[in-house]
């Protein structure tokens, strides 16, 4: 019996590893920000593993799809810091949803489990692409990095207002989706907790 929670753990987080790469692809930029900033939906299969399996399942997925798409794409610098980015926004914004949503297990607890991981997600990747992921792209493909105060207009004017938008787009579709899976994920949970 364990045995086969372990494999169908495996496989699902597979699966949604595999889905969340997929979704990986079906990106686009918003108009007024940063091209070079694009929305994709790859974050929902990500949260739905964390809310059925835990916290690891849902960063195993977020890690599984970013090394997939540094093998199959690469990247500009040559150095992984866009999937570093894009792994480390959907570390924070699984988490919080995944622990505001454990200890309140209704529509309203996983709401404030979303907003909370928007919020989380702004103003965290804010500050790390400050201090870390803005420099290492300078750095990595040789380009003269701006002034503090370039990089915080730069930061304030599209890395905040991108995650806080990307933040309630990937809200709503998890919200849609709760509704039509509510029934078949209580189930996968009573069946975790047994």
């Known amino acids: 019996m364990k045995q086969s929670k372990r494999v169908k753990k495996m496989v699902t987080v597979g699966m949604l590893s595999g889905i969340s790469y997929l979704l990986m692809w ?10 070079f900033l694009s929305v994709d ?19 195993t997925v977020e890690a599984i799809k970013n090394i997939l798409h540094y093998i199959v794409q690469g990247s500009m610098t040559g150095v992984p810091v866009g999937q570093l980015a894009n792994f480390t926004a ?3 914004f699984i988490l919080p949803t995944y622990f505001i949503f454990n200890k309140i297990r209704t529509t309203k ?3 404030l489990g979303l907003v909370a991981g928007t919020v989380s997600m702004a103003l965290i990747m804010s500050v790390l692409n400050y201090y870390i992921f803005l420099p290492a792209f300078t750095y ?16 304030v004017k599209g890395i905040l207002p991108f995650n806080i938008i ?3 787009i990937v809200t709503f579709l998890f919200l ?5 899976l509510a029934i078949w994920l209580d189930r996968q949970l009573e069946i975790k907790n047994v």
């Open 41 to 59: 939906f790859s974050d929902v299969p990500a949260l739905l593993a964390a809310i059925i399996f835990g916290p690891v399942a849902g960063i």
């Open 109 to 111: 607890g996983l709401g």
């Open 90 to 92: 959907g570390v924070l």
């Open 166 to 168: 990307k933040g309630l």
């Open 140 to 155: 990595f493909l040789n380009v003269p990095s701006g002034s503090s105060a370039q990089m915080i207009e730069g930061i």
């Open 176 to 180: 849609l989706l709760y509704k039509k």
């Open 26 to 35: 079906l990106s686009f930029p918003l108009p007024l920000l940063p091209p």
